[in-house]
Nanobody, 121 residues
Framework: QVQLVESGGGLVQAGGSLRLSCAAS????????MGWFRQAPGKEREFVAA???????GYADSVKGRFTISRDNAKNTVYLQMNTLKPEDTAVYYC???????????????WGQGTQVTVSS
């Protein structure tokens, strides 16, 4: 059983930056695809980014060029660097893990509790 704990959310002005972290335990971290989803009020949960066990990354079109996902297998941690934040990035961000190459919520078996990111205009 994999446990995921996110940190790093908060309030930031538009154009600013935040870095989310997700610490994993209970599994062989390097074998898992790690990713981030987000859910804004009244909207569906959506894929943001993933980094596969090969190191290859994938991004939603809405965050390409602004967000960067990375992982440190020695620390069992995945990061999401978010730059040039926009008010529409406001959401609860969830860390996920799975043995998958998919980008839908159903592809991931393990979810963190979520961390709030609020971008003010």
């Amino acid at each position: 059983q994999v446990q995921l704990v996110e940190s790093g959310g908060g309030l930031v002005q538009a154009g600013g930056s935040l870095r989310l972290s997700c610490a994993a335990s209970g599994g062989t971290f390097r074998w898992y695809t790690m990713g981030w989803f987000r859910q804004a009020p009244g909207k569906e949960r959506e894929f943001v980014a993933a980094i596969y066990w090969t190191g290859t990354t994938g991004y939603a079109d809405s965050v390409k060029g602004r967000f960067t996902i990375s992982r440190d297998n020695a620390k069992n941690t995945v990061y999401l660097q978010m730059n040039t934040l926009k008010p529409e990035d406001t959401a609860v961000y969830y860390c996920v893990a799975g043995r998958t190459t998919g980008q839908t919520r159903y592809d991931y078996d393990y979810w963190g509790q979520g961390t709030q990111v609020t971008v003010s205009s």
